[in-house]
């Protein structure tokens, strides 16, 4: 059957809508990966080794493009597409001397975080404990001593250590003072289980089949458990989405620590936010595009291909098709990316030079309105992605759409202020919250609850009551 041309026409755009909103839902570096494993897959993709200005296309002597620059007027920020390596970014090249007192101030190092958060269910001389083990983690945020020997070392029983160990690794950031990344998954999926539905099969390809995920032999799991390779793979996607293999790395990376060394290596943002040179110029914002030259079809393998033997034409064809497709796609991506970052950062300028309390969130509805675009693509778009503030911190985009900054404190409020004999519950705490104006689930009052990192009421009361 011959489809007609304007059906023909509809399927491929379907098929381009559909690649490009994939591709809007990969943050820089995934979408570096994506496009590195189709140029060693497809013959006719092939990267240029370049530096033209993504926009003007004129050869680029600098950082954002001086002709792009030139052209730029009015208070609107300059947004560029970037084809520097996400690789070669670093958060900022300020020293450390260099930061202003009251943001040391206000940085906590993770010890002090942790610690803070056990606290609340910690003896005295527990706290010694949890201060101890904390004071012990290698430079990965693991435990690797033994328990029993810091038992004997602290005079304490072993089991004031176990119950530590517990608390810690189950304070945000969870994972932390884990034995290794094994153990830190599986107590990071039995906290996520509080808050998301998590894949059943997380827990036993963790416990049973932990070589084989490394190696990502699905095949093999899905037969030793017994499953279907689809279940298999929505576990694996999820444990690779959705966890940290190292927690106390990504906490410093999130701007949030004074570990500043690890947060320059390991974290690379998607956008990057900086101060004009130029005293009360616009602010200067790099879109990474995952593109460090110029992404198009050989011409010379194009050109070749009606001399290739027939029987090889379909397979040629198909790869042409393919390439011209993610050509397409990643330059509408990345073009949807530069004009939320664009909005993003004129419309959130008092929060991105100043502080938090000058966040006004916008919606994702709003900023699909402005951009023409459905609202589930810029939801897509925002999602997974980061941007460096001109400050050096690191925030993730959805930030710029936080409307729970207030349950959160309404949240904390509650539990500040609860019988420290019988903790509320997620459940008692949503009921709490009722009056106040507040409707939300038991799930979403886990979830803040985390984010604020307090510990489930079950952790809490069972501390308290083993302490007496
Ligand atoms: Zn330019």
Redesign the pocket.
Known sequence: MYLSHTAEHRAQTTLHLTQTMRLLGLNTDELADEIAHELETNPVLQMLDTTH?P??G?RLRALP?P??IAKHTGDTPIVFLSPRQPGSFRATDEEPDDLPAERIAQTETLAEHILRQVAFSATDSEKIVAANILARLDDKGLFTEQAAELALTLRVPLEAVNRMLALIQRADPVGVATRDIRESFAVQIEVRRETMAVPPLCERILAECWELLTKRNYQSIARQLAASLDEVKEAAVFIRRNLTPYPARAWHDSGRGTHRLARDVYYQPDILISHNPRPGGPLIVEVFTGLSGALRLDPDIKSAIPTVPEEDKPEWSEYVERATLLVKCVQQRNHTMRRIAEIITAEQKAFIVGGDCDLKPLTRSALAQQLNLHESTVSRAVSNKSAALPNGRIVPLSIFFDRSLAVRDAVQTIIGQEDRRAPLSDTQIAELLKPQGYIVARRTVAKYRQMLGILSANLRGRELSLSQ
């Open positions: 200005c926009q003007c004129r493009c002709n792009c």
